[in-house]
């Protein structure tokens, strides 16, 4: 199993920035591609952002440009970091990792203030 913790999470106001850090343990060699979702209330979970164990990233439409993914695959972690944020990214924000199994976080909260 893949246990993920995110954290990085709070308020800020828009057009401020937030970095979110996901930290993976356990089977970790399973993670190819890791991500970020999230879900707004009332709003299903969304792909925010993803990237393969070589670098490859993906973002939606909706982000790119203000939004960078990386990952330290010394350290097992993904990180996320968001500018110029925008009241429409408040949500949820969870880790995801996916090999032969799927592992999600417990998420964490950004709220956007604007």
């Known amino acids: 199993q893949v246990q993920l913790v995110e954290s990085g999470g709070g308020l800020v106001q828009a057009g401020g920035s937030l970095r979110l850090s996901c930290a993976a343990s356990?089977?970790?060699?399973?993670?190819?591609?890791m991500g970020w979702y999230r879900q707004a209330p009332g709003n299903q979970r969304e792909l925010v952002a993803t990237i393969t164990r070589g670098g490859t990233t993906n973002y939606a439409d909706s982000v790119k440009g203000r939004f960078t993914i990386s990952r330290e695959n010394a350290k097992n972690t993904v990180y996320l970091q968001m500018n110029n944020l925008k009241s429409e990214d408040t949500a949820v924000y969870f880790c995801?990792?996916?090999?032969?199994?799927?592992?999600w976080g417990q998420g964490t909260q950004v709220t956007v203030s604007s």
């Open positions: 356990g089977r970790v060699a399973s993670m190819n591609v």
């Open positions: 995801n990792s996916r090999g032969v199994l799927a592992y």
